[in-house]
């Protein structure tokens, strides 16, 4: 097949797109299956009763959310190092990804807290932190719309990227010295085995929906990128179907 | 380039925006009347009960710094923008970090100059008298006053040359301000009952951290911020 390669980004557009498409699939048929799994299998809890099932979804979606991060984190240290654009639609895209999971990591909390704690929110570290985080993400989205040109728009928000991910362990200590009331971090070793299993292949589903939708957005970069730089050729150049590289 | 060649180029940045601070005084002249304009409104919302304002001054003091700072840093890139300077300023020989810390000595005696009239006047509007360990509290201030400038001064470097600079640059700075206003109220808030907890060195070395992490980390990174 013919593919059409972005200079200024050196990905071909038409890659690895069935591949990612498997794993899109995947997790969404091992994610229904996990679902299923934990609301029929796991009994209720002693205090919390059918609400804990929420944590199926809340805790996989704050555990991904922090993967997205960190990929954010990685793409921006990447592009700062070799400068390929590539990179930067990957932060941007994993950034995309990432708020939408700490915003579901917060409405599920919220939903979680109420009936639990009486209340809708609290100050507690890790949900104060995620707060944080995602208005962090946020703003880095929104620098990426302030901002038109591509090599500028790359180098300041790898560079809000890096800062951001140097500030999440502080803001978590810090937040965390200021106040501590939650119910101990979910982990496999604080729960009782009949929900460690589902907790960790809704995780593992929910992973693999992120991955998708991750490498789906950056495809979608990528093209809307090549189109611009076609478009930029096809403009200087004055003829129709006079742009476009082989590879 | 020795050291004493950056530290001549840093001056040279650092005096050349205040002496065009000193010369107009409007930035300075607005930004602390907006940071006494924010206590008031904090009075207002706050109700006229002693007790209450008092317990909220030092929170109230922070946020008027914020509040009225973040309006600072903007201005200063823009001054080079309006008289197209920022390429030339660019185009001298040396490093490119000696500019940003330039602008940060700058923003530095400029937010000082503010906090200098705005602090006062927060005491005399809260109630709150001159606490016993006064050095202390000046030494939060300072700790709190360089992270919030080192970053105020560097994010201001890309949100300046944007689109809807004036909302981008609180987008951008607030959120990474959470560690240094939960630092610095709390240390100061600690101090200020006599520091019984003992937690006061905790948040105070927290702060230091961050100022130096992040000053670090600015130095570092500017060069990519300013050159595109």
Known sequence: MESVVSRATGVPIASREVRWTTVGIVGLVLLVVAQLYGVLTSPPDRDMGHLQKIMYVHVPAAWNAMLAFLLVALASLRYLWKGRLADDLLAASAAEVGMLLTGLTLALGMIWGKPTWGIWWTWEPRLTSTAVLFFMFVAY??????????????????????LGALNVPIVYMSVRWWRTLHQMQSSPMTLDSSYTWPLRVNAIALMLLMAYAVAHRYRSAIMTQTADELMDRLALQGAPGGGGSRA | MSWNDDWRRVRAVALKDL??????????????????????????????????????????????????????????????????????????????????????LANLAFVGLVELIVIPVAMVLFHVSVPAGWGAQLGVTLLGTIGFVTL?????????????????????????????LLGAVEASTSLMEGNVMRDAGAWIRML??????????????????IEV
């Open chain 2, 152 to 180: 105020g001064t560097f994010y201001a470097a890309m949100s300046s040359r944007s689109r809807s600079r004036e909302v981008l640059l609180p987008l951008l700075l607030f959120p990474m301000m959470i560690p240094v």
């Open chain 1, 141 to 162: 989205l929104i620098l990426r719309t302030f901002v038109d040109d591509a090599e500028r728009r790359a180098q300041w928000s790898a560079v809000v990227g890096l």
């Open chain 2, 208 to 225: 230091l951290v961050y100022d130096v992490v992040f000053l670090a980390a600015a130095l570092a990174v500017f060069e990519f911020v």
């Open chain 2, 19 to 104: 002496t065009a601070e000193r010369r107009s005084k409007s930035g300075l002249n607005a930004v602390t009347f907006l940071g006494v304009l924010v206590l008031m409104l904090f009075g207002f919302a706050l109700g006229p009960d002693t007790e209450s304002l008092r317990d909220a001054a030092i929170g109230a003091i922070w946020l008027a710094i914020l509040f009225s700072g973040v309006l600072a840093f903007n201005r200063s890139y823009q001054l080079e923008l309006d008289g197209g300077a920022l390429e030339p300023l660019l185009l001298y020989p040396g490093s490119r970090w000696s500019i940003f810390a330039g602008k940060l």
